[in-house]
């Protein structure tokens, strides 16, 4: 069964850190870019963080710089690590493959930054 997991999330205060996982069930996960996307309330879900197969990154303006997505192939998961989190990056993250398939959305987990 293809599946994955989010974890990770939680309430941070600003200027505070996050790592989430992505923990895959492997086979079409493994050979495909995965990314990260988010939806903040009262927003349309958007792409945050792209990983290729072999480690290439790419991320929104928004993220540069504090985000870094990383992959374990050993763990079948996905990371995104989140530093100097700003409560604008408060929302729902999810993990998908790249590009997205839309019955592979998962409950993603809840990141909160607030003082």
């Known amino acids: 069964q293809v599946t994955h997991v989010e974890s990770g999330g939680g309430l941070v205060q600003p200027g505070g850190s996050l790592r989430l996982s992505c923990a895959t069930s492997g086979g079409i996960y493994d050979d495909a870019p995965m990314a990260w996307y988010r939806q903040a309330p009262n927003k349309e879900r958007e792409f945050i963080a792209r990983i290729s197969r072999d480690g290439r990154t790419n991320y929104i303006d928004s993220v540069k710089g504090r985000f870094t997505a990383s992959r374990d192939a050993a763990r079948n998961t996905v990371y995104l690590q989140m530093n100097s989190l700003k409560s604008d990056d408060t929302a729902v993250y999810y993990c998908?493959?790249?590009?997205?398939?839309?019955?592979?959305w998962g409950q993603g987990t809840q990141v909160t930054v607030s003082s």
């Open positions: 998908n493959i790249w590009p997205a398939i839309e019955n592979l």
